[in-house]
């Protein structure tokens, strides 16, 4: 699958990423590696290269970004390491120890990273994949009204999709996402908002289940991989649709469908960039029927199927329980069936 950002083969099938992962980020025999103090400068100034097996402890890619930014000009030297920025690893997976990085796993994402500085990293640091400038605010549609245009993080150099690894109780997953674009779900041992969708599927699964604000995709792949026969993700970020309908193909070997096909082009959607009429952009064939549309969430009731539908609502911000019962009522008095915040 030709990845749309850097048109490289970025993307791979569940199954060959989930196939490389046991031993990805632990060390070989050969290894070696230094701690290094995260709230002290670099203490002195050097960095060694990856071991022969390719392989270099995350310490020591930090030590070798730091370099660059001294010798550029940005740091002066006095920063503390963990000022070059945060290490988002591909795949993401929760690993108990800090890992060894083989070539092309690290997304960077730093408030502080010029264009000069991301293009040194990406062609002399071989583990960097992608450099990000992030900034201090959340990127991707994070207000549900759509009065507010997203932001997004400027990709400097490289590429930024990468994946993520979510456990469910009926498997992995295996979620991509494109890092400037959309808010970052760290990988957990435990995810409250899968394990939550799971309870209300074990108590029997849905005729239709709806991921209103689907993000990635991942609530509503997790009720597919659950064996929901209908399930219907939208988004109103043309990037969030988007990923949604490309981590259905990456997944679909787990799934019941065979094949998936997509009516709009990356380029289409992402010229779009909110869309408020729910636009059917990816259906599969099979068995099981998932389909993403490209939407607000509160026009989604004009393509519902009839009849009730299960339907969870994964808003960004759940803290203003005022707004959140008045969203679930707007949602009931349109939508038969249930709906319910994860
Ligand atoms: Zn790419
Ligand atoms: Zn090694």
Known sequence: MKCPVCGSDCIEDAGVVLGRLPDLFSPCDQCSYRVLDKNAPLPDGKYTPPCRCGKRFIDEVYAHLYVILVEEGVFSGKEPLRAVGSPLIHPGVFTAAPPFLPEDSLVLLSPRVTVPVAERFVAEVPEIRGVVRSGDFVPGAVD???????????????????????????????????????????????????????????????????????????????????????????????????????????????????????????????????????????????????????????????????????????????????????????????????????
């Open 144 to 342: 549900p009204t759509l009065e507010k245009s997203p932001r997004t993080y400027d990709l400097l150099a490289g590429c930024d999709v990468r994946a993520g690894i979510f456990p469910t109780s009926a498997g992995p997953l295996v979620i991509y996402t494109q890092q400037s674009l959309i808010h970052i779900e760290f990988p957990r041992p435990r995810n409250p908002k899968i394990e939550s969708v799971e309870r209300r599927l074990k108590e029997g699964l849905p005729a239709v289940f709806v991921d209103a604000c689907a993000g990635n995709g991942t609530l509503g792949l997790c009720a597919a991989l659950h064996g929901v026969g209908k399930v219907i993700l939208n988004d109103a970020w043309y990037a969030a649709a988007y990923w949604s309908a490309q981590n259905i193909h990456v997944n679909r070997k787990a799934l019941k469908v065979t094949g998936v096909t997509t009516t709009l082009s990356y380029d289409e959607m992402k010229a779009r960039q909110v869309s408020r009429e729910p636009v059917l952009v990816a259906e599969t064939e099979g068995e099981q029927d998932v389909s993403v549309f490209f939407g607000d969430y509160r026009e989604l009731w004009k393509v519902l199927p009839p009849g009730p539908v299960c339907a969870v609502l994964d808003l960004f911000d759940k803290s203003d329980m005022e707004a959140n019962r008045r969203i679930m009522k707007e949602w009931r008095d349109r939508v038969p069936g249930e709906v319910f915040i994860p």
